[in-house]
């Protein structure tokens, strides 16, 4: 990344200001804006999301916000409310409260005398879902939006279920903020009410793991704040980004598609990051792509932005299976609309013994079946990369002995996709609850296997999510089975596989008890999205090299260490995936603080025992400043029966090695069809 400094203007930067909310609460608030905003008003960039602007995301808030603020911007950078330094407790994800919040920094941020009243807001995951979420509420102020690694639907398509399964990242997300909630405000800039802030957080947040649990199906939980209930109530331009390693990529091509507004899609190679800092690579010139899009929809100058196609997206090539890249090889590609009518269908039939037809071969039904081993999923990687691990699927064929896999002839030409590819599967199941997983990989002439992209589906799920009914075990059934988008290129010589599982764990949680499918082959189909190579067009796609302001300075105290395992203990037939994501110690200079950060995740299984399968995740936060030391530890474990949910969770809070507070949870769920 290319450092701008010094930048095009000069810039103060408040380090900490104070928003007012009507019911008595402040929020902490950083923000950077050019040295005369205040005679010259400028118009203001929002991000508003929990991760702690004071040292969390400090590096890359000085990255991207004084970047803008140099670029004629004023950028806010908000503490949601009980996070980081700003006052009150934070009890979920998206709360009302919480959006009207947002409305309220909205109208507080027009109202400055360095603000020309025209705002947009921008921000990855949590910051693109209240983007989203507070454009629906229309406040005036609210000009446009770039939303990153967001979705549209909370259940469908979110960290905690897919296609009506259970995601493991369900867990591993759910201790992610069981220890944010757990961490105090800074007491250089609360004061001496620090550690009343910190009791009342402690006491205060809950257990969100329970919260969502007692969620399993499409309800007005997840409606909430899930924008796809009413496409019309978002009312101002949005950029939706993502990248095909993240896993928040299917809802850019439902905002293409179903938005009323002027809005674009950008599609990467990249993991949970922005796009400025993506990895894989290659990384592009985010920030002034969105300069480009703040200069329209803000200023209301002419840039030529809304001339780019709707969707430009990064046509992957083959690649080797591996659990991290770190660029992958590819091109840039448009699409002047979505649905793109440019996307035609390539059909092929799932055969017995095992092949993939096309369409126009003459298929006869067969019948196969499976019951697939736990192990299925082992090494699948994570539902969400975020690229600080190696979280990437590995080679396919650790996972095909225990799957259906149908496979193509060797292609006489290169094939390239681009969407959503969809299995239609005709079906029956021996039991009331069942799950499929199904993956569309890329087989190399050396048999090497990389997984291209895949679905899930809770077959009581299979007429929707709302209200899913038992199977009638027996029952012919025909379903689809929609895999996530995906843009890539299957070489000429290689092979597309189809593969079939009954579990996919760690990433999805398995059915209560085993379970047989059959496949009726022949009636059962692949339909892909293909697209025709338009390079004259395509190659007009061109993207700046990335650059940035120059980050914060900080230096290593410990090192940290990144790590997946997978051990198979032969003597008590336990399986287990160790995740290793530990940041070790690092001290921020502004800031005068050492952080700690470790967090440990295991998923184990015992042979072929469905009561088997449990999640445990152990964080631990510190911070060290002068005599001020304070440390969390927080604990959380999923188990199962064919009946129940069981979670078992401990929170601990240390000031210097004295335990100054503790909490501890036994919780049993019913299962609801999962």
Same mark, same amino acid.
Request: charged share 25%; net charge negative; glycine share 8%.
């Given at each position: 990344?290319?450092?701008?400094?010094?930048?095009?203007?000069?810039?103060?930067?408040?380090?900490?200001?104070?928003i007012p909310?009507s019911?008595g609460?402040?929020?902490?608030?950083?923000?950077?804006m050019?040295?005369?905003?205040?005679s010259?008003?400028v118009?203001a960039?929002? @991000?508003?999301i929990p991760y702690?602007r004071?040292?969390?995301?400090?590096?890359r808030?000085?990255i991207?916000?004084?970047?803008?603020a140099?670029?004629?911007?004023?950028?806010?950078?908000?503490?949601?409310r009980g996070?980081g330094?700003?006052?009150g407790?934070?009890?979920?994800?998206y709360?009302?409260r919480?959006l009207?919040?947002?409305?309220e920094?909205i109208?507080?941020?027009a109202?400055?005398?360095?603000c020309d009243?025209?705002?947009?807001?921008?921000?990855?995951s949590?910051?693109?879902?209240?983007g989203?979420q507070?454009?629906?509420?229309r406040?005036?102020?609210?000009?446009?939006?770039?939303s990153?690694a967001?979705?549209?639907?909370?259940?469908?398509?979110?960290v905690h279920h897919?296609?009506?399964?259970?995601?493991?990242d369900?867990l591993?997300?759910a201790?992610?903020m069981?220890?944010f909630?757990s961490?105090?405000p800074?007491?250089?800039?609360v004061?001496?009410r620090?550690?009343?802030?910190w009791?009342q957080?402690l006491?205060g947040?809950?257990?969100?793991l329970?919260?969502?649990?007692?969620?399993q199906?499409r309800?007005?939980?997840?409606?909430?704040?899930?924008?796809?209930?009413?496409?019309g109530a978002?009312?101002?331009p949005?950029?939706?980004?993502?990248?095909?390693?993240?896993?928040y990529?299917?809802?850019?091509?439902r905002?293409?598609?179903?938005l009323?507004v002027?809005r674009l899609?950008?599609?990467?190679p990249?993991s949970?990051?922005?796009?400025?800092?993506?990895?894989?690579?290659?990384a592009?010139?985010f920030?002034q792509?969105?300069?480009?899009w703040?200069?329209?929809w803000?200023?209301?100058?002419?840039?030529g932005?809304?001339?780019?196609?709707?969707l430009?997206?990064?046509?992957q090539?083959?690649?080797?299976?591996?659990?991290?890249?770190?660029?992958r090889?590819?091109?840039w590609v448009?699409?002047?609309q979505?649905?793109?009518?440019?996307?035609g269908?390539r059909?092929?039939?799932?055969?017995?013994?095992?092949?993939l037809?096309?369409?126009e071969?003459?298929?006869g039904?067969?019948?196969?079946?499976?019951?697939?081993?736990?192990?299925v999923?082992?090494?699948?990687?994570?539902?969400?990369s975020?690229a600080a691990?190696?979280?990437?699927?590995?080679?396919?064929?650790?996972?095909?002995?225990g799957?259906?896999?149908?496979?193509?002839?060797?292609?006489?030409?290169p094939?390239?996709?681009l969407?959503?590819p969809?299995?239609?599967?005709?079906l029956?199941a021996?039991?009331?609850v069942?799950?499929v997983a $199904?993956?569309?990989?890329?087989?190399?002439?050396?048999?090497?296997v990389?997984?291209v992209?895949y679905?899930?589906?809770?077959?009581t799920?299979r007429?929707g999510s709302?209200?899913?009914?038992p199977? @009638?075990?027996?029952?012919?059934?025909?379903?689809? $089975?929609?895999l996530?988008d995906?843009?890539?290129?299957f070489?000429d010589?290689?092979?597309?596989?189809?593969?079939i599982s009954t579990?996919y764990f760690?990433l999805a949680w398995?059915a209560?008890?085993? $379970?047989r499918?059959?496949?009726?082959?022949?009636?059962?189909?692949l339909?892909?999205p293909e697209?025709?190579?338009?390079?004259t067009e395509?190659?007009e796609i $061109?993207?700046?090299?990335?650059?940035?302001?120059?980050?914060?300075?900080?230096?290593t105290?410990?090192?940290?260490?990144?790590?997946?395992?997978?051990?198979?203990?032969l003597?008590?037939d336990?399986?287990?995936?160790e995740?290793?994501?530990?940041?070790?110690?690092i001290y921020?200079?502004?800031v005068?603080? @050492?952080?700690?950060r470790?967090?440990? @995740?295991?998923?184990?299984?015992r042979?072929?025992?469905?009561s088997?399968?449990?999640?445990?995740?152990l964080?631990?936060?510190?911070?060290?400043?002068?005599?001020w030391?304070?440390?969390?530890?927080?604990?959380?474990?999923?188990e199962?029966?064919p009946?129940?949910?069981?979670i078992?969770?401990?929170l601990?809070?240390?000031?210097?090695?004295?335990r100054?507070?503790?909490?501890n949870?036994?919780?049993?769920?019913?299962?609801?069809?999962v």
């Open positions: 990344m290319k450092i701008i400094d010094p930048l095009p203007r000069p810039i103060r930067e408040i380090e900490l200001a104070w909310i019911d609460i402040h929020l902490a608030a950083r923000i950077w050019p040295e005369d905003a205040e010259a008003p118009p960039i929002l @991000e508003f702690r004071r040292d969390n995301t400090r590096v808030d000085d991207m916000h004084p970047w803008f140099g670029n004629g911007y004023a950028c806010v950078r908000v503490d949601i996070s330094d700003s006052e407790v934070l009890e979920d994800e709360l009302q919480e009207d919040d947002g409305v920094i109208r507080w941020i109202q400055q005398d360095w009243g025209n705002i947009g807001m921008i921000g990855i949590w910051g693109g879902f209240n989203l507070i454009a629906a509420l406040p005036p102020e609210l000009k446009a939006v770039v990153v967001s979705t549209d639907d909370r259940y469908a398509d979110d897919m296609g009506g399964c259970l995601l493991g369900n591993s997300w201790s992610t069981f220890a909630n961490l105090p800074d007491p250089e800039m004061g001496e620090w550690r009343e802030m009791f957080r006491r947040s809950g257990l969100w329970e919260k969502w649990l007692r969620h199906r309800d007005d939980y997840w409606q909430h704040g899930s924008v796809c209930e009413d496409w978002i009312q101002c949005v950029m939706a980004v993502s990248g095909w390693a993240d896993g990529t299917n809802a850019v091509f905002l293409l598609a179903n009323q002027p899609g950008l599609v990467g990249w949970h990051k922005y796009p400025h800092q993506g990895v894989p690579g290659p592009i010139g920030l792509e969105c300069k480009r703040w200069d329209q803000l200023k209301g100058e002419e840039t932005i809304m001339g780019e196609p709707m430009r997206a990064w046509m090539e083959h690649q080797p299976p591996t659990t991290f890249y770190q660029e090889p590819g091109r448009g699409e002047p979505w649905p793109s009518p440019n996307i269908e059909i092929l039939t799932l055969a017995s013994p095992g092949t037809e096309p369409q071969s003459e298929v039904e067969a019948v196969m079946t499976i019951q697939s081993p736990l192990s999923g082992l090494f699948a990687g994570k539902w969400c975020y691990t190696p979280d990437l699927p590995h080679d396919q064929r650790e996972e095909d002995g799957a259906l896999v149908f496979d193509s002839t060797q292609l006489d030409g094939l390239e996709i969407g959503s969809v299995v239609e599967l005709e029956a021996d039991r009331p069942a799950m $199904v993956r569309l990989s890329d087989v190399a002439p050396d048999d090497k990389t997984r992209t679905g899930l589906l809770n077959l799920h007429d709302a209200e899913p009914t199977l @009638e075990p027996g029952k012919r059934y025909r379903v689809k $089975v929609i996530n995906i843009g890539h290129v070489p010589g290689n092979r597309l596989r189809v593969s579990s760690p398995p209560p008890v085993p $379970v499918l059959t496949i009726f082959t022949g009636t059962s189909r339909v892909l697209r025709p190579r338009r390079d395509d190659s $061109v993207f700046l090299p990335p650059e940035g302001a120059r980050p914060l300075a900080t230096r105290v410990q090192a940290g260490q990144h790590k997946w395992r997978v051990v198979r203990d003597e008590t336990v399986s287990t995936l995740v290793i994501n530990d940041d070790g110690v921020i200079e502004p005068g603080v @050492e952080m700690q470790k967090a440990l @995740e295991w998923y184990s299984y042979g072929y025992d469905y088997s399968p449990q999640g445990e995740t964080w631990e936060w510190g911070y060290r400043r002068n005599n030391e304070v440390r969390t530890v927080t604990r959380t474990v999923l199962s029966t009946s129940h949910f069981n078992h969770a401990q601990d809070a240390y000031e210097g090695q004295k100054v507070f503790s909490e949870w036994d919780v049993e769920i019913p299962r609801d069809l």
